[in-house]
């Protein structure tokens, strides 16, 4: 038993001996580099993405189509995983149409199309891009102040839902909507009140909404009113 030890010790030795001595070829290779990793990247994206979405419903046409060109240069597929290449070309493409947009209603359509298709890809892999904690919402005794604030909050809730992608932040948005006292519109202008009406319905349409390409259209078309309703206001205020 001591000769079966003492020859193991033996052969040990030799293996340290060699590898410390001739066998170093795989060793003096240089080492691949590491792929970097994408998660900077993607929180970035995220970020010009919202920045997009948000120039949309500000009526900023010219500002979402720079955020737009921004995300298409930056969504090469030399920056990614290989296995990411369909998703990344459909979100290339929403970008793509939504830099190329001729109007607000066209920019909101595709902006929701990006969002959608960042939703589908983090859903692939396992991913998530949602925020864990919510900001609050904070009523306000003004109807108007209050109607826009839980507006706007319930359409973040909504944009979390398609691009997290998240059910119940989907669902809470849909809710705070229907929950949200009408605005009287009697002393607006047609066209404002026109544009209350689609909110409305579209506020309804949020709650049946329960798959991806549902929620991308209900999401758009919302997104569409938003930047119709801020331009006119915009522009009835300078008249």
């Known amino acids: 038993m001591y000769l079966i030890v003492a020859r193991s010790l033996i052969v040990a030795s030799l293996g340290i001996s060699i590898a410390a001595c001739g066998g170093t070829k795989a060793s003096d290779e240089p080492a691949a580099p590491e792929q970097p990793s994408v998660t900077p990247r993607m929180h970035k994206n995220v970020e010009v993405i919202a920045q997009m979405r948000f120039a949309v419903e500000r009526g900023e046409l010219e500002e979402a189509q720079t955020r737009a060109h921004e995300l298409g240069t930056e969504l090469k ?14 979100v290339r493409e929403a970008v793509a149409a939504t830099k190329d947009s001729k109007g607000l209603f066209d920019a909101a359509i595709q902006s929701a199309r990006a969002g959608s298709a960042c939703g589908t890809c983090h859903s692939a892999f396992g991913a998530n891009a949602l925020k864990k904690e919510m900001e609050p919402l904070v009523a306000s005794p003004l109807p108007r102040t209050n109607f826009l604030t839980r507006h706007s909050w319930a359409a973040e809730r909504l ?35 026109s544009l209350g009406e689609t909110l409305l319905a579209l506020s309804k349409g949020a709650g049946a909404a329960t798959k991806t390409e549902q929620r991308e259209r209900v999401y758009g078309e919302y997104l569409a009113t938003c930047a119709a309703c801020h331009s006119t206001y915009n522009e009835q205020q300078a008249e």
Request: zero cysteines.
């Open 77 to 90: 597929e030399s920056n990614y995983p290989n296995g990411w290449a369909p998703h990344l070309a459909r």
């Open 159 to 193: 944009w979390e839902g398609l691009i997290g992608p998240s059910d119940e932040r989907w669902n809470l948005g849909a809710k705070t909507l229907l929950e949200t006292p009408v605005l009287d519109t009697s002393n607006m202008t047609p066209e404002m009140q």
